[in-house]
T-cell receptor, first 111, second 116 residues
């Protein structure tokens, strides 16, 4: 079963707007990561947040983690057309050696 | 230039044939991984290796085989036993083995395999 589930499945916004994507998971985790994938390409790591952290920033990215609700959100501020991509969350369950990816949110930023 | 490379970018296979996908990294990473991605889906783990000469099955290992004879290389063979092999295959690596810590994974550009 999917450990990480992103929503929405697809999001279309205008350049300059903010984009928020959510990820929910089922079991306790050590950390949660967000990755980006341009169409037909490999994944690129964006940010890692540990289970004892609540918020993390990297440039225009802001990630929050709520372990009580087993959820995370990725906020991209002042979006650009170049942010158009699919975004995946990935979690590692405690006691597991595997990183489990969700199905992703496909973001389209219209110029 | 450090990185992880995969070849070929596109691969076509006839039914009943085995085919091997290449993955090489010069990042000096201990761990390497193979994932399969189907359209509109997330990544599913096929095999992973934490150290040379060792590898473990992931969630969908049936019909696939791997080897890890060198730290830099982790080739994946898609055998004729894999019933639905058409997919996008991604190789990744991480600094430390996942049994020690779950690190950032660095991905190659992928190989798109099509069975004719």
């Amino acid at each position: 079963s999917q450990q990480g589930e992103e929503d929405p499945q697809a999001l279309s916004i205008q350049e300059g707007e903010n984009a928020t994507m959510n990820c929910s998971y089922k079991t306790s985790i050590n950390n949660l990561q967000w990755y980006r994938q341009n169409s037909g390409r490999g994944l690129v790591h964006l940010i890692l947040i540990r289970s004892n952290e609540r918020e993390k920033h990297s440039g225009r990215l802001r990630v929050t983690l709520d372990t009580s609700k087993k959820s995370s959100s990725l906020l991209i501020t002042a979006s650009r057309a170049a942010d158009t991509a699919s975004y995946f969350c990935a979690t590692d369950r405690r006691g597991s050696e595997k990183l489990v990816f969700g199905k992703g949110t496909k973001l389209t930023v219209n110029p | 230039d450090g990185g992880i490379t995969q070849s070929p970018k596109y691969l076509f296979r006839k039914e009943g044939q085995n085919v091997t996908l290449s993955c090489e990294q010069n990042l000096n990473h201990d761990a390497m991984y193979w994932y399969r991605q189907d359209p509109g889906q997330g990544l599913r783990l096929i095999y992973y290796s934490q150290i040379v000469n060792d590898f473990q099955k992931g969630d969908i290992a049936e019909g696939y085989s791997v080897s890890r004879e060198k730290k830099e290389s982790f080739p994946l063979t898609v055998t004729s036993a894999q019933k639905n092999p058409t997919a996008f295959y991604l190789c990744a690596s991480s600094i430390r083995p996942p049994k020690i810590s779950t690190d950032t994974q660095y991905f190659g550009p992928g190989t798109r395999l099509t069975v004719l």
